[in-house]
């Protein structure tokens, strides 16, 4: 069961700090059906770039950035959404990823005058992103329906990991628990900026390997999860109260997982 818990306030910051959550975006085996289902779901516009940029689609909420997607990179490759940590500096990250015994997939590289990014495996597997922002920020828009409201890392290492993001970004953790089960804040200036969720229980078989899950926040949880399977989705947790809120676990018609929660504000 996933859980989230009140983190920091994206509004109120006027520059992505570093360690923090500030975009997300989708790897997809298909283009154009992901575009139909998420401007259906959350009511996103697509904005597509030129050929420079390979039909990479920013999707915008009320004119401002919220997410992103486009094609897979390489064949095999699996239809997944991916989290983007903010940095001020993506190549001392990376060497700080290699040195914590994580690995480096896509070294730094300059997106035009966008920003800069590089892409990483943690040592437990799971994979995330770095974004240094140039003229792109990141996400403009959090916590609101149809914008990302949190990210939570799913691992079987809950030590590795908190040694692991401790060193690379600094973060600090705080020991909760949700429904019985322990959980951990990741916290930056003693704000919380994401959770980490011990995959325990008979609810993670072996074969799912650590990541980062997506959560972008709705209206009425069961009305999205609903929505979602109309255009296709899948439910993978039905709809369920917690805490803060109610949340459901999905995928897209292309199989990549993310979450909806509506309540958390």
């Known amino acids: 069961m996933s859980a989230l818990v009140t983190g920091c306030d994206h509004a109120a910051m006027t520059a992505p700090s570093p360690g923090v959550p500030t975009w997300v975006d989708l790897a997809t085996s298909d283009l154009d059906d992901s575009i139909r289902f998420y401007t259906s779901l959350f009511g996103w516009t697509p904005q597509v770039s030129g050929a420079e940029f390979g039909g990479y689609t920013t999707f915008l909420l009320n004119g401002l950035p919220v997410a992103g997607a486009g094609p897979l990179f390489g064949e095999g490759q699996p239809t997944t959404w991916s989290t983007y940590l903010a940095t001020d500096d993506a190549d001392l990250t990376a060497a700080r990823v290699e040195a914590a015994a994580g690995k480096v997939l896509v070294a730094p590289f300059d997106v035009a005058d966008q920003g800069r990014m590089a892409a990483f495996l943690d040592p437990s597997g799971a994979p995330f992103s770095v974004w240094e922002a140039g003229m792109m920020r990141g996400a403009e828009a959090f916590d609101?329906?149809?914008?990302?409201?949190?990210?939570?890392?799913?691992?079987?290492?809950?030590?590795?990991?908190?040694?692991?993001?401790?060193?690379?970004?600094?973060?600090?953790?705080?020991?909760?628990?949700?429904?019985?089960?322990?959980?951990?804040?990741?916290?930056?200036?003693?704000?919380?900026?994401?959770?980490?969720?011990?995959?325990?229980?008979?609810?993670?078989?072996?074969?799912?390997?650590?990541?980062?899950?997506?959560?972008?926040?709705?209206?009425?949880?069961?009305?999205?999860?609903e929505h979602a399977f109309a255009l296709g989705g899948r439910v993978i947790t039905a709809p369920t109260t917690i805490s803060i809120g109610r949340y459901a676990v999905l995928t897209d018609p292309q199989g990549a997982t993310f979450a909806v929660l509506a309540g958390r504000r």
């Open 144 to 225: 609101v329906p149809g914008a990302l409201t949190w990210n939570e890392l799913n691992t079987r290492d809950v030590d590795g990991a908190r040694n692991f993001y401790g060193a690379v970004f600094g973060w600090t953790f705080r020991e909760t628990q949700v429904g019985g089960l322990p959980y951990l804040l990741c916290e930056t200036m003693r704000q919380p900026v994401a959770g980490l969720q011990p995959m325990i229980g008979e609810g993670w078989p072996p074969d799912i390997s650590p990541y980062w899950l997506v959560y972008f926040a709705v209206g009425d949880c069961d009305v999205a999860a």
